[in-house]
């Protein structure tokens, strides 16, 4: 079946200007993450959904970060006046419930600040 | 918080021998314990896990295992293959962590033929 996909598949902007990443998690998955990684390093976890809520938010780096998720399926990542340390690939991976069930990624959008 | 290391960074192996790659956590509730394969321009894709209740578990070439009381986890190839040259790495997941995974910084494999 059809995994998780996220659009766009690579994102330039420049500084200051706002960006929404957008991610379809695999269809019955009630759980939804964001991830960042950075070039050459590992995951940093940003936020998780559990259906249309987010439990947990600690990841998210300021304020200018935002996520949301609506019927129970697709989310975005929204960015807003973004800086250069943004720069990152944005993973985001679902997993059919909460807590120690496997997590599948999608693709990734490649995110480019000048 | 849940704190992972991995490794080695980097390792190189010739086609045919077996790799090690080995991880630590911090936190003793930790109890999920996932691998995963990046290769370049791709997302991670799970290749094996195991859970608390389990010391080692076999798929193939892959094998984990897991030692509790010391609070570290490995990967183990065997056989490798070329198309086996990625970057993986490991990741803990414990209880009353809302689900989220803490991932260890990666290891760069390389086979050689």
Same mark, same amino acid.
């Given at each position: 079946?059809?995994?998780?996909?996220?659009?766009?598949?690579?994102?330039?902007? %420049?500084?200051?200007?706002?960006? %929404?990443?957008?991610?379809?998690?695999?269809?019955?998955?009630?759980?939804?993450?964001?991830?960042?990684?950075?070039?050459?390093?590992?995951? %940093?976890?940003?936020?998780?959904?559990?259906?249309?809520?987010?439990?947990?938010?600690?990841?998210?780096?300021?304020?200018?970060?935002?996520? %949301?998720?609506?019927?129970?399926?697709?989310?975005?990542?929204?960015?807003?006046?973004?800086?250069?340390?943004?720069?990152?690939?944005?993973?985001?991976?679902?997993?059919?419930?909460?807590?120690?069930?496997?997590?599948?990624?999608?693709?990734?959008?490649?995110?480019?600040?000048? | 918080? *849940?704190?992972? *290391?991995?490794?080695?960074?980097?390792?190189?192996?010739?086609?045919?021998?077996? &790799?090690?790659?080995?991880?630590?956590?911090?936190?003793? &509730?930790?109890?999920?314990?996932?691998?995963?394969?990046?290769?370049?321009?791709?997302?991670?894709?799970? +290749?094996?896990? +195991?859970?608390?209740?389990?010391? *080692?578990?076999?798929?193939?070439? +892959? &094998?984990?295992? =897991?030692?509790?009381?010391?609070?570290?986890?490995?990967?183990? +190839?065997?056989?490798?293959?070329? *198309?086996?040259?990625?970057?993986?790495?490991?990741?803990?997941?414990?209880?009353?962590?809302?689900?989220?995974?803490?991932?260890?910084?990666?290891?760069?494999?390389?086979?050689? =033929?």
């Amino acid at each position: 079946g059809a995994g998780v996909s996220q659009s766009p598949s690579n994102k330039v902007t %420049e500084k200051g200007k706002d960006v %929404e990443l957008r991610c379809d998690p695999i269809s019955g998955h009630t759980a939804l993450y964001w991830y960042r990684q950075r070039l050459g390093q590992g995951l %940093e976890f940003l936020i998780y959904f559990q259906g249309n809520s987010a439990p947990d938010k600690s990841g998210l780096p300021s304020d200018r970060f935002s996520a %949301e998720r609506t019927g129970e399926s697709v989310s975005t990542l929204t960015i807003q006046r973004t800086q250069q340390e943004d720069s990152a690939v944005y993973l985001c991976a679902s997993s059919f419930n909460p807590g120690q069930e496997t997590q599948y990624f999608g693709p990734g959008t490649r995110l480019l600040v000048l | 918080g *849940e704190n992972v *290391e991995q490794h080695p960074s980097t390792l190189s192996v010739q086609e045919g021998d077996s &790799a090690v790659i080995k991880c630590t956590y911090s936190d003793s &509730a930790s109890n999920y314990f996932p691998w995963y394969k990046q290769e370049l321009g791709k997302g991670p894709q799970l +290749i094996i896990d +195991i859970r608390s209740n389990v010391g *080692e578990k076999k798929d193939q070439r +892959i &094998a984990v295992t =897991l030692n509790k009381t010391a609070k570290h986890f490995s990967l183990h +190839i065997t056989e490798t293959q070329p *198309e086996d040259s990625a970057v993986y790495f490991c990741a803990a997941i414990g209880t009353g962590t809302a689900s989220k995974l803490t991932f260890g910084t990666g290891t760069r494999l390389q086979v050689t =033929l």
